[in-house]
């Protein structure tokens, strides 16, 4: 028996490196894997490998990551799990110095926005079905992993620091997480 049996997993950017491996690695534990990328070829080759879905997908463009969830849904009929994974780290993105404000703007909307519009939209669909691969603190790390990206002490609303066995995350009765009130 695998850990994810039968657990429907959305895993961004994996038609290479990281994502790539996750997927093999969760379909080799029962998932139903969708890879879910922007390299069709790739991605409709890994599929095919794992009996799972690929799905085109800009994650940094909020119609497409929609219609990802739509088509998702429309396949699987929910989903367990959501890997934000998909990134970049373009060569015109090396240095404050020479950076341009094209780079960064692309960066941030391919590795930043991205979770934001994935988390967003795909949490609903997490808590439908009882909220997530029953480990809440993965999704969590994820997203402790933007805000010490980004610098911004409340983006998701979590501070970067302490080790995730030390995080405090805070909690409303329901255990659905809140932004933290500013200052
Ligand atoms: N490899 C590392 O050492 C390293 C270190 C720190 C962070 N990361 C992060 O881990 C993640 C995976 O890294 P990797 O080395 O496997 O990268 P990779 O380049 O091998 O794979 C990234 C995948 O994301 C896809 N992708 C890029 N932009 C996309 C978009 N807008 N919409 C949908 N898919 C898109 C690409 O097609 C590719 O398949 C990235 O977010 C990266 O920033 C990697």
New binding site residues.
């Given amino acids: 028996m695998g850990r994810l049996d039968n657990k429907v997993a959305i895993i961004?950017?994996a038609?290479?490196?990281?994502?790539l491996a996750t997927a093999r690695r969760f379909a080799g534990e029962g998932a139903k894997v969708v890879v879910a990328?922007?390299?069709e070829s790739e991605g409709t080759e890994l599929a095919n490998e794992l009996g799972g879905t690929y799905v085109n997908?800009?994650?940094?463009d909020e119609a497409s990551v929609q219609a990802m969830y739509a088509k998702v849904i429309g396949v699987y009929g929910g989903i367990d799990v959501l890997f934000n994974?998909?990134?970049?780290?373009p060569a015109d993105d090396d240095s404050i110095l020479t950076t341009g404000l094209d780079a960064w703007r692309r960066v941030q909307d391919?590795?930043l926005t991205?979770v934001y519009l994935c988390c967003k939209y795909g949490i609903p669909h997490l808590l439908e079905r009882g909220g997530g691969s029953g480990d809440r603190a993965k999704l969590l790390r994820r997203q402790g992993q933007v805000a010490e990206r980004s610098g911004d002490r409340n983006v998701m609303g979590f501070r970067p620091s302490p080790p995730a066995s030390r995080r405090q995350i805070p909690r409303d009765p329901s255990g659905e997480v809140r932004r933290p009130r500013a200052p």
Avoid: E
């Fill in positions: 961004t950017g038609a290479s490196g990281i994502g990328d922007l390299a997908v800009n994650v940094a994974n998909a990134g970049i780290s391919v590795n991205s």
